[in-house]
C-alpha cells in the first residue's frame, strides 16, 4: 500500500473513530481517481474487518442524473455494508452514531445465490435474487460540511452510513420496480418523493451495474448479502431527532426514528 | 393593497396581450393582495371567453411542499382552464405561440356534478368520478417564471396547455409512480404522492379557495391536481406522461405556432 493510500485511509479512520470530520482526501489521492479512491476505501475496509465488522453487502451511490452531472461522473459508485451498519425496521438509532446524517429510501436486494458468471447480466442478477426490501439508506460523510468529490466520497466507502431494512419481503416476479413510487417522510411530513425510474431507470439496472463492477473488481456477490441500490428521491439531512417513514409504492414501508440520549 | 377595479382590467389586458402576442409583461403592482390578484385572473378569463373560449375546469399550482417553501407560502392557488388550452391526447401542440412553456406530468379528475359551494359541507372530493395522467404546460406570462403569490394567481397560475389520458375509475392515489419521457429520454420521475403528499388533498382544499374567490365547480369540470415533478422546459418531440396502473397521456410538440394557449 502506498503511504499516500495509507495516510488518507487513516485520515478516514480517526474522523469515524473521534467522531469528528475531516479535511477531504483528495490532497492525497486526486479528486477523480477511480482506483486510488477504491484502494482507499479497501484500505479502510480491511481496518474495519481486523476489528471485527464483517462485510453484509453493498450500497451503490450516485444513481440518479443529477447527482451524477454534479459529480461530473457518468457512472455509479459503490461502497461495502457491514454486519454493524444494518439496522430493522421500527427501531430507534442514536443520532450522535453518526456525523452528519441524510437519510434516502431506497429497494434493497438480497441474494439468494452467488453471482460467480465473469460478466453478470439483468438475468444472472434476477436469478440470483432471492427477495427485495423496502429499505432506508443511512448517508453520512466523514469530511466535514460534505465537501466531497468522486474520489474523496469512494474513498469513504460511498459516504455509508447504515441500513434500515423493511421486513416484508417481496419476490420480483411480476414487479416492475421503474414503477415503483417512493414517498419519504419525516414526522408525518413528506419530505422527499421519487420512483424506482429515478434511480438508474430501474433498480435492477443498478444492481447489474455492480454486480459487474464486483466481479470485475475481485469480490463476485454472494448469497446473502444485501445491496442497496441507490436512492429513488433526493436525499434529505436529519436535522434531530425524529422519524422517517419510506412508503414504497408495491413493497410496503420501513421506518426508523433518530433519538438523541442523556441531552 | 386592494386594487381599483380600473387596475384590475388594466392589468388584465396586460396579461392577456402577453399571452397572445407570446411577449412576457414587463411591470406589476409592487404590492397587492390575494384577493385582486385573483379579480385580476377572473377578468383576464372572461376576456378570453369572450373571445369564444369556453370554462371547461380548474387547475391547482403550489401544491409540492418545496414549491411553497421556496415561496414562503402555504395555500394552493388555483387557475381557470378553457378549451382552447385542451390538447386531445396524442395531439400537436405548437411552440411559436408560447413564451418560455415547461411541462409537467400530472393527474386530472372529472367533476361528475355540480359543487354547491354555500353549502360548507361541500365535498369536492364526492363529487369527482375519475381519474386520469395529464401534463400540464405552464408558460409564466412574466420574464424568467419570476414572480410573487399574487403575480402568478393574476397571471391565472400560468396556465397555457394541457392534456389529459384516458379516464379511469377513482382509486388511491397517494403514491403511484410517475415518469415523464421527452423522446427516448425519461426527464422526470416521482410519485403523485409529491402532490401534496396525496393529489385528494388538493380537492379537498379546492373547496375553500373557490368559495372565497368566487369560482365554480361544475359537472364536466377537469381539475388538474398539480406538479407530481418539477417543471422541465417543454422543446420540440413527444413528451409522454406516464403513471403506474393509470395508463399514459402524450402530445407531440411542434416549432408551428398552434394548439392550446395560441388561439
Avoid at chain 1, 96 to 104: H, I, N, T
Avoid at chain 1, 119 to 129: E, G, I, K
Wanted: charge should be negative.
Amino acid at each position: 500500500m502506498t503511504t499516500t493510500i495509507s495516510a488518507a485511509a487513516e485520515r478516514l479512520l480517526a474522523a469515524a473513530r473521534d467522531g469528528v470530520p475531516c479535511p477531504p482526501v483528495r490532497d492525497l489521492i486526486g479528486a477523480g481517481d477511480l482506483d486510488q479512491a477504491y484502494a482507499v476505501q479497501e484500505a479502510v475496509a480491511a481496518a474495519r474487518e481486523r476489528a471485527g465488522s464483517r462485510v453484509a453487502g453493498y450500497k451503490i451511490g450516485l444513481t440518479s442524473k443529477p447527482v451524477q452531472e454534479q459529480f461530473g461522473v457518468f457512472q455509479p459508485d459503490f461502497g461495502l455494508v457491514f454486519d454493524d451498519m444494518l439496522h430493522s425496521h421500527g427501531g430507534e438509532l442514536e443520532r450522535g452514531a453518526f456525523l452528519q446524517p441524510r437519510v434516502e429510501a431506497e429497494v434493497a436486494f438480497v441474494l439468494a445465490t452467488d453471482i460467480e458468471t465473469p460478466s453478470p447480466s439483468v438475468a444472472d442478477v434476477l436469478r440470483a435474487t432471492g427477495f427485495v426490501l423496502p429499505a432506508i439508506e443511512i448517508v453520512d460523510s466523514r469530511i466535514a460540511g460534505w465537501d466531497i468529490t468522486i474520489g474523496d466520497t469512494i474513498a469513504d466507502n460511498a459516504s455509508s452510513g447504515g441500513v434500515v431494512l423493511g421486513t416484508t419481503p417481496r419476490s420480483l416476479d411480476g414487479l416492475d420496480l421503474a414503477e415503483v413510487g417512493m414517498v419519504l417522510e419525516h414526522d408525518g411530513e413528506d419530505v422527499s418523493h421519487g420512483s424506482g425510474a429515478a434511480c438508474m431507470g430501474s433498480p435492477v439496472v443498478a444492481a447489474t451495474w455492480l454486480a459487474r463492477e464486483l466481479v470485475r473488481r475481485g469480490r463476485p456477490p454472494r448469497a446473502g448479502d444485501v445491496i442497496m441500490t441507490g436512492a429513488l428521491g433526493p436525499m434529505v439531512d436529519v436535522p434531530g431527532p425524529g422519524r422517517f417513514t419510506a412508503r414504497l409504492s408495491g413493497l410496503g414501508q420501513v421506518e426508523v426514528t433518530f433519538v438523541e440520549r442523556g441531552k | 393593497m386592494s386594487l381599483e377595479e380600473s387596475e384590475v382590467v388594466r392589468l388584465a389586458h396586460e396579461l392577456d396581450d402577453a399571452q397572445t402576442s407570446a411577449r412576457a409583461v414587463t411591470g406589476r403592482p409592487e404590492d397587492w393582495d390575494v384577493a385582486s390578484a385573483y379579480r385580476v385572473q377572473r377578468h383576464l378569463v372572461s376576456r378570453r371567453q369572450s373571445r369564444g373560449e369556453q370554462p371547461v375546469g380548474l387547475k391547482l399550482g403550489f401544491t409540492s411542499r418545496a414549491k411553497m417553501r421556496q415561496m414562503g407560502v402555504h395555500d394552493v392557488i388555483v387557475g381557470r382552464l378553457t378549451d382552447a388550452m385542451d390538447v386531445p391526447d396524442g395531439g400537436d401542440l405548437g411552440l411559436g405561440g408560447l413564451i418560455q412553456p415547461r411541462v409537467e406530468p400530472e393527474v386530472a379528475f372529472r367533476v361528475a356534478r355540480d359543487v354547491d359551494l354555500e353549502d360548507p359541507r361541500a365535498s369536492v372530493v364526492n363529487a369527482v368520478d375519475a381519474v386520469a395522467p395529464a401534463l400540464e404546460i405552464i408558460d409564466s406570462r412574466y420574464r424568467d417564471f419570476r414572480f410573487t403569490y399574487a403575480d402568478v394567481i393574476a397571471d391565472n397560475t400560468s396556465a397555457a396547455a394541457f392534456v389529459v389520458g384516458p379516464w379511469a375509475p377513482m382509486r388511491p392515489l397517494g403514491n403511484l409512480a410517475v415518469r415523464m419521457t421527452l423522446g427516448p429520454q425519461t426527464v422526470a420521475a416521482g410519485t403523485t404522492g409529491a402532490i401534496l403528499g396525496d393529489p385528494l388533498r388538493g380537492l379537498r382544499l379546492l373547496a375553500g379557495i373557490c368559495r372565497r374567490h368566487a369560482i365554480r365547480i361544475r359537472a364536466g369540470d377537469i381539475i388538474l391536481a398539480g406538479a407530481a415533478t418539477a417543471a422541465v422546459p417543454l422543446t420540440e418531440g413527444v413528451v409522454t406522461g406516464q403513471v403506474a396502473g393509470l395508463g399514459r397521456v402524450s402530445v407531440r410538440v411542434t416549432r408551428d405556432r398552434s394548439g392550446g394557449g395560441t388561439s
